[in-house]
């Protein structure tokens, strides 16, 4: 019942003892036993970060996940208030049937409010509603010294913008107050067209984003030369019309470890060969699930175990707008040079929407996410390649997926991490804050 | 819409029954000792869907106040659906063994209220002729271990009573149900050390007492396979038995 708890990525192997957390009232005197029993914690809510950002600098978090209660929905304005470990899942279950649905949401439902918050989550609407953070109307949260604070963007915006994208290092979020969008039916309008180079994905990009509440791309990096950067981009709507049905879907689950990577340098070519060859030439349009549209990797439990034992990487950069065909291109090249590439690699323009978060990830230009098993030469060699091109382009990485990320590079790529660092509770750290920042 | 009395309604296990509940649109009222927890539990039902929700703050040990709660529960609702029982404590068995006066509070907390709330409650559940009484025992009940047998003697208490209860009310029309969890990850068991295999969430103990109360089972082991893991253990002889150190 101890078990300890890991991060998504399962890399690197810090093994977290939790420490649960289960009424509001409680949260302060939980906070402040741990800070005295083992000097500092970090709050945990569902380990969906992919490196250590989840992990305590000590290896003892404060677990949120019982922490997991609705206060309060209104129906008709689409405002609700719930406690921070509620999961988007949750949430979705309780107000799509009432014609509500997230305004941010990451592509997965198994992550908690707390952590969206902490780590400014984005989706594929970030180029009409921005981050998730946008859309938080309030919440409170508790220090160590005993203080519960509500921070908006009137009241404590300080420590409002310096949580919001904060890694959970500013205290603890106990409730959280979120404004919904208005939808007709559960069902995606979506299409998907295939395009053969990164030329065609920017005129598709430019074409179609801003009329569209959703897009993403997915791209093969496995093809070099004139094809570099081909994939599929997709396109949704919430429909007009149709139920407001919450999907509940028998789930598929990797029962265990898989003692090495399935994804490797023999199943990948031939997997993102089979996926772009799956999806049709011409343009194909179709209304589906919000599942399939959102969450198609929700439906595999512990999908994360296929990368095997040494667990997995997954290097997240934006490059902004400017520079941001021509470092796409150098990064695919890099990638398909080394044939080590990656099957779930995903491109999304980021549009210009500011986050009120001090230490927030997107900016104008393009996302690229990448996924890659464990091996020694990641960090050695490939990545510091990436970050070479991310660095000189003045992009920037993803804290909630790193684990390699320098300190000098991270203090350049959010120059705001001082007033963070200022804000800190004393009692929170996490070993991703102590890496980049001594 | 079912009417629903929780008794306990804060213990984690109460609370994932309430929530099922609560998604069918059911009205509550809820007896439990903290009021801010009480009132937390109350909002969540109610943005989950319930009905109405009632609250009544109560310590349980407090026998007297056991007539004035029901009756404030049956005045509100005409008929009561269901009743779950499902407060208790996890006692420090060294300290009962060496305080007496600690022994008979737990006994108390675990057993007698439980005897004094649903010998009210049963004939109040005659009168109208229908309904479910679900009842939290433990499987801890099933076999006196020195590791923790004031809590066993309390539950066994709880499991015995409500087998005649049972047989009493089968005849007029009330049903009751007895359940027996195993290892649940709860409030209540926060930093015991138990066997990780055989711990399961307070979810899928109501999932488990939802199917109990809907197929009218009389004893249930949550989750079943405890039945098997405790058929084994009463046939262990007491020779042996008082040699084991479980």
Redesign the interface.
């Known amino acids: 019942m101890v078990d300890t708890l890991s991060s998504w990525g399962r890399y690197p192997a810090f093994p977290q003892t939790p420490h649960f957390t289960h009424w509001r009232g409680d949260l302060s005197d939980d906070l402040s036993d741990l800070a005295s029993s083992y000097g500092s914690t970090l709050p945990y809510g569902q380990g969906r970060s992919y490196g250590d950002s989840c992990f305590a600098k000590t290896d003892h978090v404060l677990q949120t996940a019982y922490l997991n209660r609705f206060i309060s929905f209104n129906r008709e304005t689409g405002v609700i208030v719930a406690e921070s470990g509620v999961t988007l899942e949750q949430v979705l279950s309780l107000v799509i049937p009432c014609g509500w649905f997230l305004p941010v949401t990451p592509g997965t439902k198994f992550v908690s409010l707390g952590g969206a918050i902490a780590n400014d989550v984005h989706g594929k609407n970030h180029h009409v509603r921005g981050t998730f953070g946008r859309h938080v109307l309030s919440f409170n949260i508790v220090r160590s010294d005993g203080q519960k604070i509500t921070c908006s963007l009137q009241e404590n915006s300080e420590l409002f913008s310096a949580t919001i994208g904060g890694l959970g290092l500013t205290g603890v979020i106990e409730s959280v107050e979120l404004q919904l969008i208005p939808i007709s039916s559960s069902k995606i309008d979506s299409s998907t067209i295939r395009f053969g180079s990164l030329n065609e994905f920017f005129s598709l990009s430019d074409e179609f984003d801003s009329k569209n509440e959703y897009s993403v791309a997915w791209v093969d990096c496995h093809v070099k030369g004139s094809s570099t950067g081909r994939g599929v981009y997709m396109t949704g709507n919430h429909s007009d019309s149709g139920d407001l049905t919450v999907n509940v879907k028998r789930k598929m689950s990797v029962p265990f470890t898989f003692p090495f990577s399935a994804i490797n340098k023999m199943s990948l070519p031939l997997l993102n060969s089979g996926y772009y060859h799956l999806h049709k030439a011409k343009p194909q349009q179709a209304v589906i699930n919000y599942e399939p549209f959102f969450y198609p990797l929700d439906r595999i439990e512990h999908w994360n175990r296929a990368y095997g034992r040494a667990g997995f990487q997954q290097y997240q950069c934006v490059i902004p707008e400017n520079n941001a065909e021509s470092a796409m291109h150098e990064l695919l090249a890099a990638i398909a040079s080394t044939g080590s590439g990656s099957f779930l690699a995903v491109m999304k323009r980021c549009g210009d929407i500011v986050s009120p978060g001090m230490i927030s990830f997107p900016m104008p230009g393009l996302s690229l996410a990448l996924d890659f098993p464990q091996s020694s030469s990641l960090n050695s060699t490939l990545f510091p390649r990436f970050d070479t091109i991310v660095r000189e382009a003045g992009g920037r990485l993803y804290p909630a997926k790193d684990a390699h990320m320098s300190g000098e590079d991270f203090r350049t790529f959010y120059p705001d991490w001082k007033k963070v660092e200022k804000l800190r509770d004393p009692a929170l750290c996490s070993r991703f804050w102590q890496r980049v920042i001594s | 819409m079912k009417n629903v009395l929780i008794v306990g309604a804060t213990s984690?296990i109460a609370i994932s029954c309430a929530r099922i509940w609560a998604s069918e649109k059911a009205s509550f009222f809820l007896i439990g000792r903290d009021p801010?927890?009480l009132q937390?539990?109350a909002?969540?039902l109610k943005?989950?869907g319930a009905t109405a929700v009632h609250t009544c703050i109560l310590d349980l040990n407090d026998f007297n106040q056991h007539e004035e709660a029901l009756d404030e529960c049956f005045s509100l609702m005409d008929t009561v659906d269901i009743t779950l029982i499902a407060h208790g404590t996890l006692p420090d068995q060294s300290e009962c063994e060496r305080d007496v006066a600690v022994a008979l509070h737990e006994f108390s907390s675990n057993g007698l209220s439980v005897i004094s709330l649903l010998t009210l409650l049963a004939n109040r559940m005659v009168m109208q002729a229908s309904g479910t009484i679900a009842v939290i025992s433990s499987v801890a009940g099933d076999r006196g271990r020195p590791s923790n047998y004031l809590y066993g003697t309390a539950k066994a208490a709880v499991s015995v009573f409500c087998e005649g209860l049972r047989a009493r009310l089968f005849k007029s029309g009330v049903h009751v149900l007895t359940i027996k969890p195993g290892?649940v990850?709860t409030?209540m068991?926060?930093g015991?050390?138990?066997?990780?295999l055989l711990?399961v969430s307070p979810e899928k103990i109501a999932q488990c007492i939802n199917k109990g109360i809907t197929k009218k089972s009389n004893t249930i082991y949550a989750p079943g396979f405890w039945f098997f893991i405790m058929m084994i253990i009463k046939t262990i002889p007491e020779f042996i038995f008082k040699k084991m150190n479980l």
């Open positions: 984690a801010s927890k937390q539990t909002d969540d943005v989950l290892f990850d409030p068991t926060k015991l050390s138990l066997p990780g711990v």
